[in-house]
C-alpha cells in the first residue's frame, strides 16, 4: 500500500507560482513513476505532468511547470509558475508501480495504482 498527501494549493492571482507536494507513505517510491493530473469542475481530470528516470509534461504546462522528487524525503513536488485562469482545478498526485516501455503510458491515469485525496489551486484573473 502507498499512501500519497498533496499540499501546497491555495489561491493566487494570475501571473503567480505555487508549489504543491506530494508525501508519499508506507512504500519507498523512489523507484516508480509520480504523476500529477488536475481536475477543473465540469471536466474530466487531465494529466500535468510525470517523473521516473525522466520527466513529462502537458503542452499546456511546459515552460511552466516543474516537477521534482526529493527521495530523501519520498516526496515529489510540482513547481507552478505564470499561472492562469485555466490552471485552476484540483490537483491529485499518483503512483504507478509498473514500468512501460513507452513514456506515453504515463500520460494515461488508468496507470496509476494510487492516489492521493487531491488540493485545490485557485488561480484568480
Known amino acids: 500500500q502507498v499512501q500519497l498527501v498533496e499540499s501546497g494549493g491555495g489561491l493566487v492571482q494570475a501571473g503567480g507560482s505555487l508549489r504543491l507536494s506530494c508525501a508519499a507513505s508506507?512504500?519507498?517510491?523512489?523507484?516508480?513513476?509520480v504523476g500529477w493530473f488536475r481536475q477543473a469542475p465540469g471536466q474530466e481530470r487531465e494529466f500535468v505532468a510525470a517523473?521516473?528516470?525522466?520527466?513529462y509534461y502537458a503542452d499546456s504546462v511546459k515552460g511552466r511547470f516543474t516537477i521534482s522528487r526529493d527521495n530523501a524525503k519520498n516526496t515529489v513536488y510540482l513547481q507552478m509558475n505564470s499561472l492562469n485562469a485555466e490552471d485552476t482545478a484540483v490537483y491529485y498526485c499518483?503512483?504507478?508501480?509498473?514500468?512501460?516501455?513507452?513514456?506515453?503510458?504515463?500520460?494515461?491515469?488508468?496507470?496509476?495504482?494510487?492516489w492521493g485525496q487531491g488540493t485545490q489551486v485557485t488561480v484568480s484573473s
Open positions: 499518483a503512483v504507478t508501480l509498473q514500468i512501460y516501455s513507452s513514456g506515453t503510458y504515463y500520460y494515461d491515469q488508468r496507470r496509476y495504482d494510487y
Open positions: 508506507g512504500r519507498t517510491f523512489s523507484s516508480y513513476t
Open positions: 517523473i521516473n528516470w525522466s520527466t
